[in-house]
């Protein structure tokens, strides 16, 4: 069975970081370009940024600089460092290929307070 375990979110005050991690089990992210996406209530799901399996990176322009997106293919995980967190920054980051072909996971709840 094919499960996507996002972590590493919390509470966070505005300037702040968090790592968050992806990780896959029952499959592999080798080869496939994946991306991190966060959702707020009401809003739909968007793209926070991606990365290729060569290690091509891409960010929304509201997170560029702030943001880094790294992979492990051998722990068959995804990074997301996170810095200078802005309060609208607050969401539920999680992860999937650019195709949405794995199952969604739980994700994690990030909260920057002001």
């Known amino acids: 069975q094919v499960q996507l375990v996002e972590s590493g979110g919390g509470l966070v005050q505005a300037g702040g970081s968090l790592r968050l991690s992806c990780a896959v089990s029952?499959?592999?992210?080798?080869?496939?370009?994946i991306g991190w996406y966060r959702q707020t209530p009401g809003k739909q799901r968007e793209l926070v940024a991606s990365?290729?399996?060569?290690?091509?990176?891409n960010y929304a322009d509201f997170v560029k600089g702030r943001f880094t997106i790294s992979r492990a293919n051998a722990k068959n995980t995804v990074y997301l460092q996170m810095n200078s967190l802005k309060p609208e920054d607050t969401a539920v980051y999680s992860c999937?290929?650019?195709?949405?072909?794995?199952?969604w996971g739980q994700g994690t709840q990030v909260t920057v307070s002001s």
């Open positions: 999937n290929t650019l195709l949405f072909s794995l199952p």
């Open positions: 029952g499959s592999t992210f080798s080869g496939i370009p």
């Open positions: 990365i290729s399996d060569s290690g091509t990176t």
